[in-house]
């Protein structure tokens, strides 16, 4: 005899007596699971638990089996991603369309500019055949003129990946609001979150009240009944045009010292893209856990300056001589002479872990290899390189140079 009981929860639990059942051969971890290619993401799992029971007529022993079977279904979207075409953030519409589309979901990129450009050529987006072979649309033109240059075509989900102002941004806004679109996505930046003695800086934190991107995040909260917003720092990953790790290695592999300012000891944050497109996925196939939510999209942990040279230098698997300086005591200008904020500056992502179940995937010894072998690659160790602001700081240090 068998029962099957089902509930709008999508979990069916079945029994049946183990007479009317083959046999498992390990019935503690037997597992049965199908997946469907259908609108929906579908699994199926089937769980078995086994009791027994003398009966007191027969006096055989018998066996009552239990299966718990449980149905999961992710919706499958539409989803736009208004990218840039320039700076660290485009790594993060490339990394996202990959992910989502590995998923099962729609993905159409709208790059700013045109196909033809010089920045077309640089990676992520001399990559982009990348999308398309995984089934995703590509295309280029004025985020202005959003609803034109996609053809009409309605979406579910719309990331802004491109705009730093409200001028920029409220026209793909207003077009998502009118066309219908459910979700509202927004990459803004943790650099608006002003310098705290107390770090990390977490969800909430007082951010700078002029900032671009704050006027954006206010506007999308008016607008969107269902938005995120996105707050990363620095990234990482294959695809990155940014010079962050690289101007690490410049120096490391030319055996020059890295003139870094300060202590050394500043905190700061690198996240791997992946940690980024997954983060943004989970809040695309979770909608209500995302709602009016800002999340810092970072990874889980903290790196000093010094800290930053000695894994490059161990991706490497060269020496460092770490040097440090005053800026305003020899005489520069840091945010030129060094790619990092010279103060502690680094979020944790509270909310995404909290809201979404979000896990960090960021290992930075293991991921700075990676660049690093891309970096020798496109042959960039080999580059004629002009250290002018270094040898400024140096010279004020007196710390020899080799030649």
Same mark, same amino acid.
């Given at each position: 005899m068998a029962t099957i009981a089902s509930s709008s929860?999508?979990?069916?639990?079945?029994? $049946?007596?183990?007479?009317?059942?083959?046999?498992?051969? +390990?019935?503690?971890?037997?597992? #049965?699971?199908? @997946? =469907?290619?259908?609108? @929906?993401? /579908? @699994? #199926? =799992?089937?769980?078995?638990?086994?009791? !027994?029971?003398?009966? !007191?007529? /027969?006096?055989?022993?018998?066996?009552?089996? $239990?299966?718990?079977?449980?149905?999961? /279904?992710?919706?499958?979207?539409?989803?736009?991603? *208004?990218?840039?075409? !320039? %700076? %660290?953030?485009?790594?993060? %519409?490339?990394?996202f369309a990959k992910e989502l589309l590995g998923a099962g979901h729609s993905v159409t990129v709208l790059t700013v500019g045109e196909e033809g450009s010089d920045n077309m050529k640089k990676p992520p987006f001399n990559r982009f055949s990348e999308i398309v072979s995984a089934g995703g649309r590509t295309v280029w033109g004025n985020p202005s003129e959003v609803g034109s240059v996609v053809g009409g075509e309605v979406f579910d989900v719309v990331l802004d990946n491109n705009g730093k102002d409200l001028e920029t941004v409220r026209p793909v806004i207003d077009w998502a609001k009118s066309s219908g679109v459910n979700q509202f996505l927004f990459i803004s930046s943790a650099g608006i979150y002003k310098p705290t003695d107390e770090p990390p800086h977490v969800e909430g934190d007082v951010v700078k009240a002029d900032a671009g991107h704050v006027e954006v995040e206010k506007y999308i909260e008016e607008t969107f009944g269902s938005w995120a917003v996105f707050r990363p720092q620095y990234m990482i990953g294959s695809g990155n045009n940014k010079d962050c790790e690289e101007w690490f290695f410049d120096r490391i592999v030319r055996d020059r010292p890295v003139p870094i300012p300060g202590s050394g000891l500043q905190l700061s944050n690198?996240? +791997? &893209?992946?940690?980024?497109? /997954?983060?943004?996925?989970? $809040?695309?196939?979770?909608?209500?856990?995302?709602?009016?939510?800002?999340?810092?999209?970072? =990874?889980?942990?903290?790196?000093? #300056?010094? %800290?930053?040279?000695?894994?490059?230098?161990?991706? &490497?698997?060269?020496?460092?001589?770490?040097?440090?300086?005053?800026?305003?005591?020899?005489? *520069?200008?840091?945010?030129?002479?060094?790619?990092f904020r010279t103060y502690h500056f680094y979020a944790e992502p509270r909310a995404a872990k909290t809201k979404l179940g979000w896990e960090s995937a960021t290992n930075l010894p293991e991921d700075l290899k990676e660049r690093f072998e891309e970096y020798v690659k496109i042959g960039r160790d080999k580059k004629s390189i002009k250290f002018e602001l270094d040898d400024k700081i140096l010279e004020a240090l007196k710390v020899p140079v080799s030649v």
């Open positions: 929860s999508s979990t069916v639990l079945f029994s $049946a007596s183990s007479s009317n059942l083959l046999p498992f051969s +390990h019935p503690s971890t037997s597992r #049965l699971s199908f @997946s =469907s290619s259908l609108s @929906s993401s /579908s @699994s #199926l =799992s089937i769980s078995p638990t086994f009791s !027994s029971h003398t009966s !007191s007529s /027969s006096r055989h022993s018998v066996n009552q089996s $239990a299966f718990t079977i449980s149905a999961t /279904s992710v919706e499958k979207k539409k989803v736009l991603i *208004v990218n840039t075409n !320039s %700076g %660290g953030h485009a790594i993060i %519409g490339f990394y690198i996240a +791997h &893209a992946r940690d980024l497109s /997954s983060m943004l996925t989970l $809040a695309v196939e979770k909608p209500e856990a995302a709602n009016s939510t800002i999340f810092n999209c970072v =990874s889980d942990r903290a790196v000093t #300056l010094d %800290g930053i040279a000695k894994l490059c230098a161990q991706a &490497a698997g060269r020496p460092v001589n770490i040097v440090h300086y005053d800026p305003k005591a020899v005489g *520069v200008d840091a945010k030129k002479a060094f790619p």
